[in-house]
């Protein structure tokens, strides 16, 4: 299955539609960009990010555009935004399995895990 990734809204309890997020393999300090995407209705991506083919053992980044989201749901925020991109920079250790990483984001706060 590779690498996947889910966005929930927990302001307005839905999936966070057309987030844009952006994949980076890392090593130190730079971080090379692999793809850049919208998110589907569902929050999610249409397909796998890497599949399990292309995702090696390594270290990544996720770049989520959190403000830009909540800009186009027209939320009235303060400037400059408590959150504009979150970035999660996370490690795969198996390659061959699956890495799943969720976002839960609100204006003011996020979670993540490694989910299933």
Known sequence: MGLS???????????AARMAV?????EGEQARLIRR??????GRADE?????????SGTYRLSFD???YFDARGVDLP?????NW????????????????????????YSTYRGS
């Open 5 to 15: 990734t889910h966005v929930l809204d927990t302001m307005h309890g839905c999936p």
């Open 22 to 26: 952006a994949l980076y393999a890392t």
């Open 37 to 42: 995407l919208l998110l589907n209705h569902d």
């Open 48 to 56: 796998p990010l890497l599949d399990s083919q292309t995702l090696k």
């Open 66 to 68: 959190v403000a830009g």
């Open 79 to 83: 400037q400059p935004r408590f959150l």
């Open 86 to 109: 979150v970035h999660l920079d996370f490690g795969v250790a198996h390659e061959g399995r699956h890495y799943h990483v969720p976002l839960l984001v609100s204006p003011w706060s």
